[in-house]
Nanobody, 123 residues
């Protein structure tokens, strides 16, 4: 019932910045916790960042702390991931996810997923 569409990926050089966006349609967006996951070449899908439904609590993987910022605008049904000081190790397909409960870092607890957007960082 909830559909997520991610955009904003691209090809950049190390040290550059990108902002990813994910827009939701269908079920009420403001009551859902949101998260970003990523899957790099030859790797499992891993947690990146999450935000509570009111936007007051945020959580990050250690690998992106201080560089990435997650935020949301419920009036626009949109969640963002601002990525600064990008590194080649950040290269991955980035997925937006949603769940009706609290914030979680476990992919199996998220019910809705977007198609993903490709981020490629060259050195």
């Amino acid at each position: 019932q909830v559909q997520l569409g991610a955009s904003g990926g691209g090809l950049v050089q190390a040290g550059d910045s990108l902002r990813l966006s994910c827009t939701a349609s269908g079920r009420t967006f403001s009551s859902y916790a949101m998260a970003w996951f990523r899957q790099g070449p030859g790797k499992e899908r891993e947690f990146v960042a999450a935000i509570s439904w009111r936007g007051g609590s945020t959580y990050y993987a250690d690998s992106v702390k201080g560089r990435f910022t997650i935020s949301r605008d419920n009036a626009k049904n949109t969640v963002y991931l601002q990525m600064n000081t990008l590194k080649p190790e950040d290269t991955a397909v980035y997925y937006c996810a949603a769940r009706s409960g609290g914030v979680s870092s476990r992919r199996e607890e998220y019910n809705y997923w977007g198609q993903g957007t490709q981020v490629t960082v060259s050195s």
